[in-house]
């Protein structure tokens, strides 16, 4: 099965820093790659998300990135802001059943 | 639209009772999966289900069983509690699949087993 690999497990930053997150997959069939945010007390929210038929997508301050041939996906957060202090997970489906998500990145911004 | 609703919002048990833990998924939405999520685990896969019927299944052991009804609200039930159940419990809702479009997570059950 699909096994999905985060890291780093902890990253701060200083406000109006860039952050970035990477995450490795293992299933090649693998097609869909989402990224959500968990805030204290929430449950993981979809902030950005790629399809194998794509190299990069942007929104505003994200920006997720996916090399196929290296089964690897990151995501860029630029001009941190304090309120981007959360977990993150990226995802992977495993064809036909779920997505597998990663452990999580706690980001903290400080200002 | 209202979003995906989890009650109750906290549990707690003692070892071998059993806990029924309730999702009303947004409306018009036909998947409703469900993932345990621990501090050293992160996020697992439950199960999914879909027209009231179970699609697909995770790892994890027989005493961790669910349904769906007809208005598409789900429920899942842990028999025999292990100290180890103890974790934050999401219900998750979206169109039609589970792994292949956005998932609207609840806030979750917090499940403490002592």
């Known amino acids: 099965g699909e096994n999905v690999e985060q890291h780093p497990s902890t990253l701060s930053v200083q406000e109006g820093d860039s952050a970035v997150i990477k995450c490795t997959y293992s299933?090649?069939?693998?097609?869909?790659f989402p990224w959500y945010k968990q805030e204290l007390g929430k449950g993981p929210q979809l902030i950005i998300d790629?399809?194998?038929?794509?190299g990069e997508k942007k929104d505003q301050r994200i920006a997720v990135t996916l090399n196929k041939t290296a089964k690897h996906f990151s995501l860029h957060i630029t001009e941190t802001q304090p309120e981007d202090s959360a977990v993150y997970f990226c995802?992977?489906?495993?064809?036909?059943?779920?997505?597998?998500f990663g452990k999580g990145t706690t980001l903290s911004v400080s200002s | 639209k209202a979003g995906v609703t989890q009650t109750p919002r906290y549990l707690i048990k003692t070892r071998g009772q059993q806990v029924t833990l309730s999702c009303s998924p947004i409306s018009g939405h036909r998947s409703v999966s469900w993932y345990q999520q621990t501090p050293g685990q992160g996020l697992q896969f439950l199960f999914e289900y879909f027209s009231e019927t179970q699609r697909n299944k995770g790892n994890f052991p027989g005493r961790f069983s669910g349904r769906q009804f007809s208005n598409s609200r789900s429920e899942m039930n842990v028999s025999t509690l292990e100290l180890g159940d103890s974790a934050l419990y999401l219900c998750a809702s979206s169109l039609e699949t589970a792994f292949n479009e956005k998932l609207f997570f609840g806030s979750g059950t917090q499940l403490s087993v002592l």
């Open positions: 790629i399809r194998s038929n794509v």
């Open positions: 995802a992977a489906n495993q064809a036909g059943t779920a997505l597998i």
């Open positions: 299933d090649s069939a693998s097609n869909y």
